[in-house]
C-alpha cells in the first residue's frame, strides 16, 4: 500500500506545484515609435513579421496609452503605477555628467514588489531615472540584473563610449552597436531565469535618434529609398546621410530581436507561462532626420511625441500568453502604463501597493470582461511647451493648452468615437463634459516643488 500512494502522492504534489508555478513576465518597451510604425497597426514601408505575429497570436490593445509623452516621465509611471499628475518624475530633467533626476529611494517599483513573491528581476536597455550610484540607479530600485543605458543621453548615440553592467562601467571601443549589446544580454537572463519566476523589462532604445544602424542593415533600404541619399540628419553628436533608411533599417533589427526573445521562450518550454507585452514610450519623434509623416508614424492620429493629442500617447500594443490569452483579438479596453504594476500583482497572486492610480486589465488580457474594473478617467500632464493636461474620459478626450501662462486656458473637447484624429473641436456643443472634464483636473493634479507646474 505504502508503495503504490507515494508514486501518486508524488504525482499530485508535482501537479500542484506546476498549478501554482506563477508566470514570467516581459516587458519590451520601444523608445519613440509611433501608432503606425507596425504593419499590424498600418505601416506600409516596412515589415514588422514578429510584431505582427504577437498581434496574430495573442491580443491586440487599440486603446493602450503611455504614461507621458516623453522619456523619463513614462518610465516613471510605468515602474510605479502613479500617473504624472502625482508621480515622482514628471519631466526629462538632466543631471550632470550623466543620467536624469533620481527616482527616490522611497519609490515603490515593479520589481520591488514582485520580489515578495519570489521573482528575479532583469532591465536591459534605457533607464533614465537616476544617475550611475544614485538612489534611482535601477539597482537601487529592486532589479537584480541591470545592462544598458543608465542615462537618456548617453544612449542617443548608438555606439557609446560605455554601457553598465549592473553597477560596472564598461568601456566600448565605439564599434559595437548597442541594441544588439542590449538584446544579447536579454535572451542571456531568460535563459538563466527558465526555471525561476522572473520578470524581464527591455525599453529598447529603437527608434530614438540617433537614426543609426549597421551599415549592412542601411544600404537595403538606401536602394528602397535613394530620394533621400542626400539628406542628413544630426542628432547626439552624430551626422547620419539618408535616416529615412536608417530608419527602416533599425526597426527591421528590432523587430527581428522580438522575435528572437518569443523564439527562445519557446525553445526554453516556458511560453506557455510567459506574458509577453509589447508597446512604446511615447509618439513618434521628429529628430535626427527622422521623418514620420514619410511613413504615416502616427497612422490615424494628430499630434507627435511632447503632445498630449492621440498621436503623442496613444501606443501600438500587443500582448502575447500562448494558452492564457486567445488569438487573434482586438481589444478596445482603455488603459495606460501605469496600470502594469496592479495587473502583474493581479496575475502573480502579489498584493499590489495601495494608493495606485493604475488599474489591473488582467481581466481583459484572459478574456475576462465582465470582471474587468471600469475606471472614470486616464489623465496626464506635459511641463514644456507652456504646460499641457490632457484627459480620456470615455469616448471623450479634452486637452488644456498653455497651463502656464493661464491654468484656466480653454479645454479643447473631441469625440474619439467620432473623430480619433483630433479635428473638430466640440468643446461649446458640450458644456457639461467639459465641467466633468475641468474636474478631473482639479482632482488628478498634485503639484511638485521639484517638477513645478503651476506657476
Known amino acids: ?187 542571456k537572463f531568460i535563459r538563466a531565469n527558465k526555471d525561476n519566476p522572473f520578470f524581464c523589462y527591455v525599453p529598447f532604445t529603437i527608434p530614438h535618434a540617433a537614426m543609426q544602424s549597421p551599415e549592412k542593415r542601411i544600404a537595403p533600404w538606401r536602394k528602397k529609398f535613394p530620394e533621400f541619399e542626400k539628406m542628413t540628419g544630426k542628432y547626439g553628436g552624430s551626422v547620419i546621410t539618408n535616416p529615412v533608411a536608417a530608419f527602416a533599417a533599425m526597426m527591421e533589427h528590432m523587430d527581428e530581436d522580438v522575435g528572437r526573445i518569443l523564439d527562445l521562450l519557446e525553445e526554453l518550454k516556458i511560453d506557455e507561462n510567459t506574458l509577453v507585452i509589447f508597446t512604446s514610450d511615447n509618439g513618434p519623434h521628429k529628430e535626427g532626420g527622422h521623418k514620420p509623416d514619410f511613413f504615416d508614424s502616427n497612422g490615424p492620429l494628430k499630434g507627435y511625441k511632447r503632445d498630449l493629442y492621440e498621436g503623442g500617447i496613444r501606443v501600438a500594443t500587443v500582448a502575447w500568453w500562448p494558452g492564457k490569452i486567445k488569438s487573434g483579438i482586438t481589444s478596445s479596453h482603455i488603459a495606460a502604463g501605469w496600470d502594469l504594476l496592479p495587473t502583474l500583482c493581479e496575475l502573480s497572486g502579489t498584493e499590489a501597493p495601495t494608493g495606485l492610480d493604475g488599474v489591473s486589465f488582467a481581466p481583459t488580457l484572459l478574456g475576462k470582461k465582465k470582471d474587468q474594473e471600469k475606471r472614470e478617467y486616464l489623465y496626464w500632464e506635459f511641463h514644456e511647451r507652456g504646460g499641457k493636461q490632457a484627459v480620456r474620459m470615455g469616448k471623450w478626450k479634452g486637452i488644456r493648452l498653455n497651463v502656464r501662462k493661464d491654468p484656466n486656458s480653454p479645454i479643447e473637447l473631441y469625440d474619439l468615437s467620432k473623430d480619433i484624429g483630433e479635428e473638430n473641436n466640440i468643446a461649446s456643443k458640450n458644456p457639461q463634459i467639459v465641467k466633468k472634464i475641468e474636474s478631473a483636473i482639479r482632482e488628478s493634479h498634485v503639484e511638485s516643488i521639484i517638477f513645478p507646474f503651476i506657476k
Open 1 to 187: 500500500m505504502k508503495t503504490f500512494l507515494t508514486p501518486i502522492t508524488s504525482l499530485l504534489f508535482l501537479s500542484c506545484v506546476a498549478l501554482a508555478k506563477k508566470p514570467n513576465f516581459v516587458y519590451i518597451m520601444v523608445d519613440d515609435a509611433g501608432y503606425g510604425d507596425f504593419s499590424c497597426f498600418g505601416q506600409k514601408k516596412f515589415k514588422t513579421p514578429n510584431v505582427d505575429r504577437m498581434s496574430k497570436e495573442g491580443m491586440k490593445l487599440t486603446d493602450f496609452y503611455s504614461s507621458s509623452t516623453v522619456c523619463a516621465p513614462s518610465r516613471s509611471s510605468l515602474m510605479t503605477g502613479h500617473h504624472s499628475g502625482r508621480g515622482y518624475i514628471r519631466g526629462n530633467k538632466e543631471i550632470r555628467p550623466e543620467g536624469q533626476h533620481p527616482l527616490p529611494l522611497k519609490a515603490v517599483t515593479i520589481p520591488e514588489v514582485l520580489k515578495k513573491s519570489g521573482y528575479v528581476s532583469g532591465m536591459f536597455g534605457k533607464w533614465g531615472l537616476g544617475a550611475p550610484g544614485s538612489e534611482g540607479d535601477p539597482m537601487n530600485q529592486g532589479f537584480d540584473r541591470f545592462y544598458g543605458l543608465n542615462c537618456q543621453r548617453q544612449s542617443h548615440n548608438f555606439y557609446p563610449t560605455h554601457v553598465w553592467s549592473d553597477r560596472k562601467k564598461v568601456m566600448l571601443d565605439r564599434k559595437h552597436y548597442s541594441h544588439t549589446l542590449i538584446a544579447d544580454e536579454c535572451l
